[in-house]
């Protein structure tokens, strides 16, 4: 089967997004597990529990993010570069933030002083609410514009600072970035938990799942009537590589809803993640804790599906050299590249798909008390 150049960009467009969504799923229920593991874990055991709810897994679902941050540096070069660079101390941040699981997850039981333990607790919340609030502000800042342009050698330069990152909207999408995993994490507690720690894990899923509409809704209102959106006036041949300078951009009021205009279907996306959202609290509060976690699925992926719709076909805005902004048309590497990397996914990406679920279903079960105290050594 051959595939030409355009389209193979558009397909590595939706992989990079496919794997993204993965990550969030996955690794998004066990950072939730993370973020709650101080809050509502009411005693050693229950924080045991929460703990090896995840321990079979957690290390597993971050392979979706390395594949995912290597299909970036494949597939768009230039955007790794320039995400890498203009976004380096966030990127340092949540490196170092990320540290504290694995070590965490390992020694937190070595002591039985509850200073010790407290302290890894703590540590955990940090390594897993730290990054999703630094992923969220990176979207945010996508859909404002980054301050960065190409010199005429293609090297990237990025003109804004850390604060910079730190404006209202992009903490207000870094929230609603939190507010989705601590969603997904309870309704996975709630399938996996029992007694009081369930009780709480539900209550906290119909707490985060009204926040998450309120938020989800108020950003959609402050994107659609207070931020300018991208347009491509003129575009270079599709064929062409690295060739981001060559077009012509402008902004407009509004800009970032023109995909739904264009492309109907579009519109799927936001309801998805309304109709996710409101399924985590009705399922919720009927105790259907299987149901709740497919409907925080179900929002996660049509919010960030949103994300990437509204941006299309841009992949990294430029707020201060605006036909600059990199796209999917213009920020591919080259067709041999794609080529090589399409049959690479296709034979592995199935792989890790089929053995991540056959350990999902071969250590499935509720976790209690009487399953900590039975496996006090063998278990985190």
Same mark, same amino acid.
């Given at each position: 089967?051959?595939? !030409?150049?355009?389209?193979?960009?558009?397909?590595?467009?939706?992989?990079? %997004?496919?794997?993204?969504?993965?990550?969030?799923?996955?690794?998004?229920?066990?950072?939730?597990?993370?973020?709650?593991?101080?809050?509502?874990?009411?005693? !050693?055991?229950?924080?045991?529990?929460?703990?090896? /709810?995840?321990?079979?897994?957690?290390? $597993?679902?971050?392979?979706?993010?390395?594949?995912?941050?290597?299909?970036?540096?494949?597939?768009?070069?230039?955007?790794?570069?320039?995400?890498?660079?203009? &976004?380096?101390?966030?990127?340092?941040?949540?490196?170092?933030? #990320?540290? =504290?699981?694995?070590?965490?997850?390992?020694?937190?039981?070595?002591?039985?002083?509850?200073?010790?333990? +407290?302290?890894?607790?703590? %540590?955990? =919340?940090? $390594? /897993?609410?730290?990054?999703?609030?630094?992923?969220?502000?990176?979207? $945010?800042?996508?859909?404002? %514009?980054?301050?960065?342009?190409?010199?005429? =050698?293609?090297?990237?330069?990025?003109?804004?600072? =850390?604060?910079?990152?730190?404006?209202?909207?992009?903490?207000?999408?870094?929230?609603?970035?939190?507010?989705?995993?601590?969603?997904?994490?309870?309704?996975?507690?709630?399938?996996?938990?029992?007694?009081?720690?369930?009780?709480?894990?539900? /209550?906290?899923?119909?707490?985060?799942?009204?926040?998450?509409?309120?938020? &989800?809704? +108020?950003?959609?209102?402050? #994107?659609?009537?207070?931020?300018? $959106?991208?347009?491509?006036? *003129?575009?270079?041949?599709?064929?062409?590589?690295?060739?981001?300078?060559?077009?012509?951009?402008?902004?407009?009021?509004?800009?970032?809803?023109?995909?739904?205009?264009?492309?109907?279907?579009?519109?799927?996306?936001?309801?998805?993640?309304?109709?996710?959202?409101?399924?985590?609290?009705?399922?919720?509060?009927?105790?259907?804790?299987?149901?709740? &976690?497919?409907?925080?699925?179900?929002?996660?992926?049509?919010?960030?599906?949103?994300?990437? &719709? *509204?941006?299309?076909?841009?992949?990294?805005?430029?707020?201060?050299?605006?036909?600059?902004?990199?796209?999917?048309?213009?920020?591919?590497?080259?067709?041999?590249?794609?080529?090589?990397?399409?049959?690479?996914?296709?034979?592995?990406?199935?792989?890790?798909?089929?053995?991540?679920?056959?350990?999902?279903?071969?250590?499935?079960?509720?976790?209690?008390?009487?399953?900590?105290?039975?496996?006090?050594?063998?278990?985190?």
């Amino acid at each position: 089967m051959t595939l !030409d150049y355009e389209t193979l960009k558009l397909i590595w467009w939706a992989l990079i %997004g496919v794997l993204l969504i993965v990550f969030a799923l996955t690794d998004g229920f066990d950072m939730g597990v993370g973020t709650l593991l101080p809050l509502i874990g009411n005693s !050693d055991e229950e924080r045991r529990i929460m703990l090896n /709810s995840i321990g079979p897994h957690w290390e $597993g679902n971050q392979v979706w993010l390395v594949t995912a941050g290597g299909a970036l540096f494949a597939a768009w070069p230039l955007v790794y570069a320039m995400a890498f660079s203009g &976004f380096y101390l966030a990127m340092m941040i949540t490196l170092f933030a #990320l540290f =504290f699981r694995p070590v965490g997850f390992d020694y937190r039981s070595k002591l039985s002083s509850p200073a010790w333990r +407290t302290s890894w607790d703590w %540590g955990i =919340f940090v $390594g /897993s609410a730290v990054p999703p609030v630094i992923f969220g502000v990176a979207f $945010g800042n996508l859909l404002i %514009g980054v301050p960065f342009h190409f010199d005429e =050698f293609m090297r990237p330069f990025y003109t804004g600072t =850390f604060l910079h990152l730190l404006n209202p909207f992009s903490l207000l999408t870094g929230v609603i970035s939190l507010t989705m995993v601590v969603m997904h994490g309870a309704t996975w507690l709630q399938m996996r938990t029992l007694d009081g720690l369930e009780a709480r894990s539900r /209550s906290t899923a119909k707490l985060t799942s009204l926040l998450l509409i309120i938020l &989800f809704a +108020t950003a959609g209102g402050w #994107l659609t009537y207070s931020i300018d $959106g991208f347009v491509i006036n *003129s575009m270079p041949d599709a064929n062409l590589a690295f060739t981001p300078e060559q077009k012509q951009v402008s902004q407009q009021a509004g800009a970032w809803l023109t995909n739904y205009g264009l492309y109907p279907w579009m519109v799927a996306a936001p309801i998805l993640g309304f109709l996710g959202a409101i399924t985590v609290y009705i399922s919720a509060h009927n105790d259907r804790a299987g149901l709740a &976690f497919v409907g925080s699925s179900l929002a996660i992926t049509g919010i960030i599906l949103t994300a990437g &719709f *509204s941006l299309f076909p841009f992949i990294m805005p430029s707020s201060t050299a605006i036909n600059s902004s990199l796209t999917l048309w213009d920020a591919t590497s080259s067709l041999l590249t794609l080529q090589i990397m399409f049959w690479v996914a296709v034979i592995f990406i199935p792989i890790i798909a089929l053995y991540s679920f056959w350990t999902y279903r071969k250590m499935w079960r509720q976790l209690d008390t009487h399953f900590i105290r039975s496996n006090q050594h063998t278990t985190y």
